[in-house]
Structure formats: structure tokens, C-alpha cells
């Protein structure tokens, strides 16, 4: 099997939060500047602190994609502006680089197209989300397309004979038809659909015969069905026909093919690990832990399992002996976040990415038999800085008369304080924060002695089903209510200073950002909101039609006029007369996720009663900065409002500034 290991997650957060929309007009003029492709509004001269932040932001850390069959890794990094393909024949040696796209090229894995060796990769331009899948050889010749143009092309993977892949497509952002592809790794070979229904699908393996398909059809993250499709006719079956709704987050076949891994969360809300053998056999695994398995390979020889628990954002790699049934190895890894695990064609050695909070991120692997974990890409950090914390905190409700408890993390500076602080929204809002290297919150930590508290507020995925459930529909504000618990607990804490606190977020966490400042201005300095929605109704009615009804299980459907004029009074667009507080915002142009119509509203709402606000628009990029000019401007302009409106300004100023 050959396939993105991230293409569970990351279909599972793109049909989950991604709208379409047409750009909106400014309205309201503002003062403006361009730098590159950026359009800066009400944004002051910037000062050069690139010496300051560039210690954080030269880790070119790697993302481990794929093993080779004689021992080579694939793995992402950054060349210059955009993340590249490159490929290690050892540990440590010079990576040499496969692609050389001026657009990002994140995911990938290597195959044969005909008798000529290489990768397919995917990519998008300027961040649009359109992506097409590649076959680039190794010798640098121009790529072949894979794909049918235009349309949005996603979670491909390589039958086990590297005769083709697999892939979903949606024809355009209005389909309600997403269909199920292969395309030949062969020019002679015509792409075949296979089937296409309504819905969110994605393909996850290849039966061991490539004569089958494991397909996901997505209803929600607690709701989803597993089939099993033949791939000649496109006839397909549930692969479980029990009623109970469950949800399922990634699935592969036995190397025997006499059965099915796969990850549900069908017996508790947490997400374990079971084998059902199609001869009715069934096999358990870890399935009283208190926690998720974000992820699993098995080795092709069947003999070992490896699989990642996550522990509250603290990630555990685990490795079993499938005959034994036995944990044999559980290493001893700093704390981070692990991911794309997987085992090379032999089942020798296990291939992962660490990204550790205090280290970086680095691809790896894992030894099974002398148990020794190497690093192998050798660019990055040879510091340790900031380690993360995990902590909870009391909140309004309780749970058998107890005070319900927020989870979270937090990393402090040294010194007994009391410190300033940001709190950190995820977006999603099916997200958790984990423990994985963040350049910004290192920066704010050991550069500019920022706290930094990033909760999982109520509705965050990793504490099961019914937390994960607690923010649906019309409980929405009950996650904004968690904030001002957490106001009420970082007043209690003699090194945190209850004075000087600012939000931010990205994308659903641009959202609790304004949200934030919506009840609780006059307990925080200012906001930071990234790609987040200002407004749920024109959110909703600017997602794609082929995803609205995903959107509407989390936050309810405005076309029902109760639902409709309680997201109305919810939203921070309609409430932006509270915000009193400074407020900086970025958006991409080509966001295909969150439409830039978002922010432009929300800019206009706060320039028009003369608020303070900063907007900083990228004409080529999508949900979120890639570009690394585009990343590090707009860090430089986040320190420059951070040291301007938490850490140089009072109080009564600001409050005069925003009287």
C-alpha cells in the first residue's frame, strides 16, 4: 500500500470547513501598502525584527512520506518560499529534491509510470485547494498529469502492483457528486470512474489483489460509513451493516486480504482499534484505553502493528507482536505529536514523523528488532527550547456534580512572572491542540516572555464523542463560556498576569477569537483572528453545496428561520460593536475553506465605528500563509501589534484609543 498518510486527516478537516464564496468590495477605506503580493490595511511601518524571530523560523524540520522498495525515505521540507519533495538513501546524507514547483508540494509517495521511476505528488495553485495529481520522475523532466483537469482531486493511493491510483473528485465547489477514480500509471491506460454518489468519500487501500477498494463515505466525524467497492464493476457494500453511527478514521486490509484494520469509534467515542477477519473472526485492540488511536500500520509480512496513542496531546508510539498479540516496544520520544507512520516493504523498520514541541519537527525510524530510533533528515533544531505542559481548568458546568474540567497545554517562560499571555484557539472546531513544534509559540515564549495557553475547549476532538458534541448547534457559546473560565483561572495564578491577555486564532480559532473579544473586551488587550468566520448564516450559505449538510451536524441549519436567527445573534459580525479591543486580521485571497468575504466583513464592521484594526490580505495564498516571505511578514507584523497592544500598552490607553 502506497498512500498519503495524512489523507485521512486532512480530508477529514477539509470536508469539514470548506466554503466557497465570491470576493468581497472594501467598503470602508482604509490606508493601504503592498509588499510582494500582500496588501497591507491601517498595517504601520514595520521595524526589522527579522533577527530577532529568524531562530525560530530556519527549521527546515522534514515530513517522512514513503519508503522506497530498497530503503529509500521520501519526505516534505521547505526549499526557499514553499515545502518541496526530497528523497534520503541514509540517515543524515544530502537530501536531493524531486520537485522544483513554485507551488507547494506537501504529499506525495514513489511509483512507476511505465518503467521509469519516481513520485506522484499533488498540488494546488496559490492555495486554491484545486489539486491535481503528478508523476514526476527522477531525472527531471516535466511532469505528467495524472488527473483530469480542474475539479478537486484528493486522497489517492497506489495499488499494491503501482498499476494505478485511486482518488476522489469533486467536479467543481457546487457538486453534490463526488466520484471514486483510478487513473493508470501507463499513458495507454484511460482513467476509469469507478462509481460516484452523493456525498464525502475518500479511498484508503487497495485490497492485496488491487482488485478492491476500502472507500469512507463522511457524514460527520461521528457518523461515517466504511465500504468495501470492486473495483472493475464499482458495485459496493458496507463493510459494517449494524445501524449504530460511528465514526471511522483511517482502515486498511490485512496483508493476507482475509480482513480489515480499522480504526471506529463505535464502542465508546474513542477512536480504538479492531481487526473483523471477512470469515467472522474479530479482534480488539486497546479498546479500554480512556484515550484515541490517532493512527496505525501494520507490516506487510503481518507479523508487527505499530499504532500512536494520544494521550491529552502527548503522543506514544506502541509496537506489537500481531502473533503474540503482545506490546513488545513502546519508545521513550520527547513530547510531540507523531504522525504518517509506516512500515518499509520489508517490515524491518518503521517510518514516522516527530514533531516535538521543544525539538522540531524531523522524519524518523524505528528499528523493530534493536528497538534504536534514528533521525534522518539533519536540518533540524539543535536546540531544546520551551517544553509544553499539559493542565486543566474548572468551567460553568458540571458532570456528575463535579465541575467540568477544560483540558489544555501551556508553556511558560522562565521566571516567576507574573506574565503576559496569548491564549491559542484550533480551528475545526473538530481539532485538538497537541504537542507539536510551533515556531510563533517559541518565539512569544522565549523571545518576548509570553505565556502561551492554548485550551481545548468543549467541542475539541481527543477526549471522546460527547465532549467532542458539547458545542453543537445551538450550544455553541458554551465553548466561548470555557474562555471566560479560563479568564477566571488565570487570575487565580500568581505568575500569569490576569492584565495582559490577547486571543488569537486560525480559522475556526479565528472565530473563538472574535468571539472572545465579543463578551470579554474588557478583560483582554486585543485578537489576533486568521481565516475565521465573522459570520455563521454567510458562512453556511457560501459553503459548496456537495459539503453544506456536513456543516450544518456542528453548527445547525440556517435555512430553519429559529436556527437561522440564533446564528445571526451569535455571530461576532453582528455583535462587532463589543469589540472595544485592537484587532489584527489575515486572510488569503484564494482561501477556498473560509471565503475572504469573512474577513472583509468583519474588517469593514470595525473600521465603520472607527475601531482599531490591522488586515492583512495574500493575493496567492488560501487557508493559511505557505509562502514563506507572506509567513514572515505577517509574523513581523504580529510581534509588532503584540509588542504595541499587550506589551507596551496600559490599560487606559488602549481603553482611550478605543473610545
Do not use: C
Amino acid at each position: 500500500m502506497r498512500v498519503f498518510k495524512t489523507a485521512i486527516k486532512f480530508f477529514l478537516l477539509s470536508v469539514a470547513f470548506l466554503p466557497w464564496a465570491a470576493q468581497a468590495e472594501m467598503t470602508i477605506e482604509l490606508q493601504e501598502r503592498r509588499d510582494g503580493a500582500l496588501r497591507l490595511f491601517n498595517v504601520p511601518a514595520i521595524t526589522d525584527i527579522s533577527a530577532d524571530i529568524a531562530p525560530y523560523l530556519d527549521d527546515k524540520g522534514a515530513i517522512f512520506l514513503d519508503w522506497s522498495d530498497d530503503g529509500e525515505m521520501l519526505i516534505a521540507r521547505r526549499a526557499d518560499e514553499v515545502t518541496q519533495l526530497f528523497t534520503l538513501d541514509s540517515p543524515f546524507a544530502d537530501p536531493q529534491q524531486i520537485s522544483f514547483s513554485n507551488q507547494a508540494v506537501g504529499r506525495g509517495f514513489f511509483a512507476h509510470f511505465g518503467s521509469t521511476a519516481g513520485v506522484v505528488l499533488s498540488q494546488d495553485q496559490n492555495g486554491d485547494e484545486s489539486y491535481q495529481y503528478y508523476f514526476q520522475d527522477f531525472e527531471r523532466s516535466p511532469p505528467q498529469l495524472l488527473t483530469p483537469q480542474a475539479g478537486r482531486n484528493s486522497n489517492a493511493v497506489l495499488s499494491n502492483q503501482s498499476h494505478a491510483i485511486a482518488y476522489t473528485r469533486a467536479q467543481d465547489e457546487q457538486s453534490q457528486i463526488w466520484g471514486v477514480l483510478q487513473s493508470g500509471l501507463d499513458l495507454a491506460k484511460e482513467t476509469q470512474l469507478i462509481f460516484q454518489d452523493p456525498g464525502a468519500w475518500a479511498v484508503l487501500d487497495w485490497s492485496p489483489d488491487d482488485q478492491k477498494l476500502l472507500i469512507l463515505n463522511f457524514n460527520s466525524i461521528h457518523d461515517s460509513i466504511l465500504y468495501i467497492a470492486d473495483v472493475a464493476t464499482g458495485i459496493k457494500a458496507p463493510f459494517d451493516v449494524s445501524d449504530t453511527p460511528k465514526g471511522y478514521s483511517g482502515a486498511q486490509f490485512s496483508s493476507d486480504g482475509k480482513g480489515v484494520y480499522f480504526l471506529s469509534s463505535a464502542q465508546d467515542g474513542f477512536h480504538h482499534l479492531s481487526y473483523q477477519g471477512f470469515n467472522g473472526e474479530r479482534r480488539d485492540y486497546d479498546s479500554t484505553l480512556p484515550w484515541s488511536l490517532t493512527d496505525f500500520d501494520v507490516s506487510p509480512d503481518g507479523r508487527h502493528l505499530a499504532t500512536i496513542i494520544n494521550e491529552g496531546g502527548i503522543f506514544k508510539l506502541q509496537i506489537r507482536d500481531l502473533i503474540s498479540g503482545d506490546v513488545i516496544y513502546t519508545p521513550k520520544l520527547p513530547h510531540g505529536q507523531l504522525t504518517n507512520i509506516q512500515f518499509n516493504p520489508d517490515g524491518a523498520s518503521l517510518g514516522f514523523t516527530m514533531d516535538a514541541a521543544a525539538r522540531g519537527r524531523g522524519a524518523y525510524s524505528l528499528d523493530v528488532e534493536s528497538r534504536v530510533v534514528t533521525r534522518w533528515d539533519k536540518d533540524g533544531r539543535s536546540d531544546v527550547l520551551s517544553d509544553v505542559t499539559s493542565f486543566s481548568y474548572p468551567s460553568f458546568d458540571t458532570v456528575d456534580g463535579k465541575p467540568r474540567h477544560i483540558p489544555g497545554l501551556i508553556y511558560k517562560p522562565e521566571g516567576p512572572g507574573p506574565h503576559p499571555i496569548i491564549i491559542r484557539f484550533h480551528g475545526g472546531p473538530e481539532g485538538q491542540w497537541v504537542a507539536n513544534y510551533s515556531s510563533t509559540t517559541q518565539y512569544w515564549v522565549n523571545a518576548l516572555g509570553i505565556a502561551v495557553i492554548q485550551p481545548n475547549v468543549r467541542g475539541s476532538t481527543g477526549y471522546g464523542a460527547d465532549f467532542a458534541a458539547l458545542d453543537n448547534g445551538l450550544k455553541r457559546e458554551d465553548a466561548v463560556k470555557d474562555v471566560g473560565a479560563l479568564l477566571d483561572w488565570i487570575a487565580r495564578q500568581p505568575d500569569l498576569d490576569a492584565d495582559r491577555i490577547m486571543v488569537q486564532g486560525g480559522s475556526y480559532g479565528g472565530y473563538m477569537s472574535l468571539a472572545s473579544l465579543v463578551h470579554y473586551s474588557d478583560r483582554l488587550r486585543g485578537g489576533i483572528d486568521s481565516v475565521g468566520i465573522s459570520n455563521f448564516v454567510t458562512f453556511l450559505e457560501s459553503t459548496g453545496s456537495f459539503r453544506r449538510e456536513l456543516r450544518r451536524v456542528e453548527y445547525g441549519d440556517e435555512s430553519d428561520p429559529e436556527t437561522r436567527a440564533f446564528l445571526n445573534r451569535i455571530s461576532p459580525l453582528t455583535q462587532a460593536d463589543k469589540i472595544t479591543k485592537p484587532l489584527l486580521i489575515a486572510q488569503g485571497a484564494n482561501d477556498p475553506r473560509v471565503p475572504e468575504t469573512e474577513s472583509r466583513q468583519m474588517v469593514n464592521a470595525i473600521a465603520d465605528r472607527g475601531g482599531v484594526i490591522w488586515y492583512v490580505l495574500a493575493e496567492d495564498e488560501g487557508h493559511g500563509f505557505e509562502r514563506r516571505f507572506n509567513r514572515d511578514m505577517f509574523n513581523a507584523v504580529s510581534t509588532a501589534f503584540i509588542k504595541k497592544y499587550l506589551l507596551d500598552g496600559s490599560a487606559e490607553r488602549l481603553n482611550a484609543e478605543a473610545d
